[in-house]
């Protein structure tokens, strides 16, 4: 694939992400997702500050790791942008990050209750999933991520994780490539549904193995069984395929 259609590609998998994950009520007016560049690692795309149901293509724009706007496009960006480039700079195998405000996630980033994936459709999700306090270092704040300290300070929290919760905010999902950040956004929500409605049951609570997070939790793209989802989710999102 030529450079040129690889970052037209991006930008248009970045427009059906955000389609996607409005349409699965994952984002609402707020929320973003990410793409790192195909062929310049040290960039990224994100859409403009605009609804993730409304981005277009041409709402995409480039950013440095550091929140920088590449170019002279001065459109204003959201402001939680360094959620993004910070995740990419501490993890080079990070392709893709989905922040979401989920509501059905949120529980989980304030209880001592830990969110844990429990069905196999969510594996993808890793078996811990640390909860950052934007408190913790920076003290009362308007729990924003709004600048790179805060940004770097959620990745490190992340590690090597797949994803982290935000005390009191919502989460941050690192996937190696676009269609696994957008699953096991999709995912997550449904899992801490499933969890929170077990608990409630009142018996005890079995959640998967390490082994079975390791073997359930593998998202292949190219792979008949995810692209099936895959349509299924473009479909729902009324998302019309690029050629
Ligand atoms: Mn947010």
């Known amino acids: 694939m030529a450079s040129n259609d690889a970052i037209e590609q991006a930008k248009w998998d970045v427009m059906s992400a955000n389609h996607i994950l409005a349409r699965e009520e994952v984002l609402d007016g707020y929320g973003h997702v990410s793409l790192r560049h195909p062929t310049n690692p040290q960039h990224f795309f994100l859409s403009r500050s605009r609804s993730p149901e409304l981005v277009t293509v041409e709402d995409i724009m480039e950013f440095t790791l550091d929140g920088d706007t590449v170019g002279n496009d001065d459109r204003p960006p ?6 993004h ?27 001592s209750v830990p969110l844990q994936p429990v069905w196999h ?11 950052w306090d934007i408190h913790d270092k920076f003290g009362d704040t308007n729990l924003l991520v709004a600048n790179l300290a805060q940004g770097e300070d959620l990745a490190a929290a992340l590690g090597r994780n797949k994803v982290a919760l935000m005390r009191g905010h919502g989460f941050a999902a690192a996937g190696n490539h676009l269609q696994e950040a957008v699953s096991m956004s999709i995912y997550l929500p449904k899992n801490a549904r499933i969890l929170t409605t077990a608990k409630l049951l009142g018996g005890s609570v079995t959640v998967a193995t390490p082994g079975e997070v390791e073997k359930a939790g593998v998202v292949r793209p190219e792979q008949p069984a995810f692209q099936r989802g895959w349509e299924y989710w473009l479909k729902r999102a009324g998302v019309k395929p690029r050629h």
């Open 121 to 131: 459709q969510a594996c993808s999700i890793g078996s811990h999933l640390p909860v």
């Open 85 to 111: 480039g910070s995740i990419f700079k501490a993890r080079p195998d990070v392709m893709s990050v989905v922040h979401s405000h989920q509501v059905d996630v949120v529980p989980y980033s304030i209880s």
């Open 78 to 83: 959201y402001l939680e942008r360094f959620i």
